[in-house]
Nanobody, 122 residues
Framework: QVQLAESGGGSVQAGGSLRLGCTVSGSMFSYNAVAWYRQAPGKQRELVAVITRSGRTNYGDSVKGRFTISRDTANNTVYLQMNSLKPEDTAVYYC????????????????WGQGTQVTVSS
């Protein structure tokens, strides 16, 4: 079992920055990677970024060059630094992990956080 606790989020103007955190607890053998997904109203869920146990990272096309995923292994926390935010980044952001989650993140892991709202105003 894995528990995911998200932090951060909120409201910001376009061009601003926010940082999300996801603290992972539970069995370290239950996940291979940690990812951030997001879902905006009326839209499908999409991958934002993923980081594997080996430290490889992968990003959704819409956030490449603006968002950075990183990890603090001492505190079992994965961060998502979001810069140059745009109104279209407005969504609920979910932390995700699982044994089936890989670098490609084509299939999400089994474990989800509660979600945190990010709102970017123009």
């Amino acid at each position: 079992q894995v528990q995911l606790a998200e932090s951060g989020g909120g409201s910001v103007q376009a061009g601003g920055s926010l940082r999300l955190g996801c603290t992972v607890s539970g069995s370290m053998f239950s996940y291979n990677a940690v990812a951030w997904y997001r879902q905006a109203p009326g839209k499908q869920r999409e991958l934002v970024a993923v980081i594997t146990r080996s430290g490889r990272t992968n990003y959704g096309d819409s956030v490449k060059g603006r968002f950075t995923i990183s990890r603090d292994t001492a505190n079992n926390t994965v961060y998502l630094q979001m810069n140059s935010l745009k109104p279209e980044d407005t969504a609920v952001y979910y932390c995700n992990a699982g044994s089936g989650l890989t670098f490609s993140a084509s299939i999400p892991g089994n474990y989800w956080g509660q979600g945190t709202q990010v709102t970017v105003s123009s």
